[in-house]
């Protein structure tokens, strides 16, 4: 017999149960389909992730007090200005203190080639920005040298930057995130430029606002926030204590791990650390968003094993319905054996009906989660990973092909009477 | 002398192994020339359908020769055997055996289609075959949507589609009244008279009384062996007809 002749009974045979054609076909879609979508939203949080976290520059350095507690920071400390140095290492008794000699004592190309720039910072915590009658709570207000802006990638979408005269004449002059421009004169905020608005009671000049950043990082809104030079931040909110932290520029994303030897060996000469543990900290972006990475590479592989039980259950609801018609289909065989069927066109009529089936099955299922997977879903873009559509469809192809012509070839090996009294 | 269409030597079939041996069939010889219409009584457990399988080559006997319009079965491998069963025996099942969902005429077509018959060709031969059986009207019909009498003369039409030597039929009007008993027996009678062999097992006398030939058997052996009309010629209840018209 020909193929052609298999093919139509195998098509036959499909079209003649459409109800266990159809739950086999569910079984593979549902599988296939949830396979893609769950490693879809694994995919598609982690790329989410790792973007907002790319924006923190991936050639920075920050460099805080205190040693390292193995805790993983998310964006520069704003805080770190109130650390309290008797809680940090037990041997050292020294306070751990940031210095601006620290800080200039980085860029020295001798000692330190990697360091492109360096950017000495301070917080003052609690600001709250004052003008005509509207008053907004800064949530981050920062004192540093305009090297600051250039590590961390910022620019002014109106007004002026801050100038290095700036900061050597002490001018009482901020840079002001639109989060807090929008909330004291409303509209783009650009209206706030060179008027006086008061951070804590201080007068100081709006020379200009910062770009946007967009998107909440994972240190919250990053446009909520005031940069001002860091000699008057000094002169009136902080005083001259430590400052909070300090920035680096790495002259190459390459040379972060260079870069970050190199800083380790100033400062510990500079704070006599010896062979101790450091007083200080120093992290890059590269590793948070490693650490990141792991995470969501971690809940991409959690989405992948719940999406390969439920390709597993698909597979047994596939094995149950081909089990359960198999004492039907057992007969059938009988019949077809009785009438002179070779046991070949029986194995090739029931793999056909399986293929047809695990095939169309498969791809609609494909077409389901493509479909699914290029959705937005809670803010971040779905992303269909196509190893996860091939592994998805050959897997649950597999299960059906075997399901439907396992009991099949069995059936077809027994004598034509065996089979017909089959129950 | 033409050969013989069945020819069995000393066939046994045992079921079990040990204490618990059953003799379905114990060394049966048998003989059934070209054109006899055979009709296989006893009691239920005497080994007629058993009997009846072996003869079809639906299964092989444990021990024991069986030639088949000359041909030892014995010594075919499954591939020939299906061939056999393919081109030289029509079986009709008591339980009708038809594939269900499945139209009458795609019933029908399955021989001629394994036998390697292509579409139109085999269509049409379906299509007379189950004219034949006078269910011209019903060619598109699922099993399901047809009589029990209807049902086997779908089975019979398949059986005889092929036109196999031998007609083979197990109890072919157990599950049938007794209008449709009628039918299927007068298109007996129609096959035999055309030529074609047929061995059928009944419990029913009015069956047995179309048969050229009335075998009974008892606990697996052949015990009387009857013939009520030569193997040449037209069945008896068939010539009873056509003499009265
Ligand atoms: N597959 C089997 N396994 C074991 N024993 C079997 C099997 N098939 C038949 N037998 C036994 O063989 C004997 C003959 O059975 P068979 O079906 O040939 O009887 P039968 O004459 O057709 O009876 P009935 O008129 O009731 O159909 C019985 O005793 C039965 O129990
Ligand atoms: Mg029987």
Do not use: W
């Not at chain 1, 266990?20 to 569910?26: I, Q």
């Not at chain 1, 980085?106 to 950017?119: F, K, M, N, Q, W």
């Not at chain 2, 060619?139 to 949507?145: C, L, R």
């Amino acid at each position: 017999m020909n193929l052609v002749q298999i093919l139509q009974f195998a098509v036959r045979g499909v079209a003649a149960n459409k109800l266990r054609s159809a739950l086999t076909m569910s079984g593979i879609i549902i599988g296939v389909a949830s396979v893609i979508i769950l490693v879809a939203v694994g995919t598609g949080a982690s790329a989410a992730a790792t973007e907002s976290l790319s924006s923190l520059g991936s050639n920075t350095l920050t460099i805080t007090p205190g040693a390292d507690d193995g805790a993983i920071q998310f964006g520069p400390p704003a805080e770190s200005a109130e650390t309290d140095p008797e809680t940090d290492s037990g041997t050292d008794v020294r306070a751990a203190q940031l210095t601006l000699q620290d800080a200039e004592a980085l860029l020295d190309p001798e000692l330190a080639p990697d360091v492109a720039s360096v950017a000495p910072v301070v917080t003052a915590n609690g600001v709250t920005a004052t003008y005509r009658g509207e008053s907004h709570q800064v949530a981050s207000m920062v004192g540093s040298t305009p090297s600051y802006l250039v590590i961390s990638d910022d620019t002014v979408q109106a007004g002026a930057a801050l100038t290095e005269t700036d900061h050597t004449a002490r001018t009482r002059a901020a840079l002001v995130g639109v989060t807090v421009a929008r909330n004291l004169v409303g509209g783009d905020g650009s209206a706030l430029v060179g008027e006086v608005v008061q951070l804590s009671g201080v007068s100081y000049q709006v020379v200009g606002v910062l770009t946007e950043k967009g998107s909440d990082g994972p240190g919250g809104d990053q446009d909520d926030r005031v940069v001002a030079p860091l000699t008057a931040v000094q002169d009136t909110l902080t005083g001259y204590g430590p400052l909070s932290s300090i920035s680096v520029k790495v002259s190459a994303p390459e040379a972060v791990d260079a870069a970050t030897a190199q800083v380790t060996a100033i400062l510990g000469t500079r704070h006599r650390i010896g062979t101790g543990t450091p007083d200080f900290t120093i992290f890059s972006a590269t590793q948070i968003l490693e650490a990141v990475g792991e995470i969501t590479g971690l809940l991409t592989v959690m989405l992948g094993a719940i999406a390969g039980i439920s390709l597993v259950v698909g597979g047994i609801g596939v094995m149950n319905i081909m089990l359960v018609t198999v004492t039907e289909r057992t007969r059938e065989i009988g019949i077809r054996k009785a009438v002179g069927a070779q046991r070949s066109d029986v194995v090739g009529q029931f793999l056909l009906e399986a293929v047809i089936l695990s095939i169309s099955g498969g791809l609609i299922g494909i077409a389901i989660g493509v479909a699914v997977g290029s959705l937005e879903v809670a803010g971040f873009q779905l992303i269909v990973a196509p190893a996860s559509v091939v592994l998805a469809f050959v897997v649950s192809v597999a299960i059906g092909l075997f399901f439907g012509i396992y009991p099949a070839n069995k059936a077809a090996k027994l004598r034509p009477i065996d089979a017909l009294r089959h129950e | 002398m033409r050969r013989p269409v069945i020819e069995l030597r000393s066939v046994s079939k045992t079921y079990g192994r040990g204490d618990v041996v059953v003799r379905a069939v114990d060394r049966v010889d048998l003989v059934v020339e070209r054109g006899d219409y055979v009709a296989v009584m006893g009691a239920s457990g005497s080994g007629k359908s058993t009997l009846m399988n072996i003869l079809g080559c639906l299964d092989v006997p444990t021990s024991g020769r069986y030639a088949l319009d000359g041909v030892d079965t014995r010594r075919l491998d499954e591939r020939r055997q299906s061939m056999i069963r393919n081109r030289k025996i029509g079986f009709v099942f008591q339980s009708f055996n038809l594939i269900p969902r499945t139209s009458a005429v795609s019933n029908v077509e399955l021989p001629l289609a394994y036998a390697g018959v292509r579409g139109g060709e085999r269509r049409r031969r379906a299509v007379r075959a189950l004219e034949r059986v006078g269910l011209a009207e019903r060619v598109h019909h699922k099993p399901s949507e047809l009589s029990g009498g209807q049902q086997q003369r779908v089975a019979i039409a398949r059986a005889i589609a092929t036109d196999p030597v031998l007609l083979l039929a197990d109890e072919p009007t157990g599950a049938l009244d007794s209008h449709s008993t009628t039918d299927v027996l007068a298109l007996f009678d129609e096959l035999n008279a055309a030529g074609r062999t047929i061995v059928v097992i009944t419990h029913e006398d009015e069956v047995a009384g179309h048969a050229k030939r009335v075998l009974r058997m008892l606990d697996g052996r052949i015990v009387s062996d009857q013939r009520a009309a030569p193997v040449v010629g037209p069945p008896p209840r068939h010539a009873a007809r056509v003499a009265q018209p």
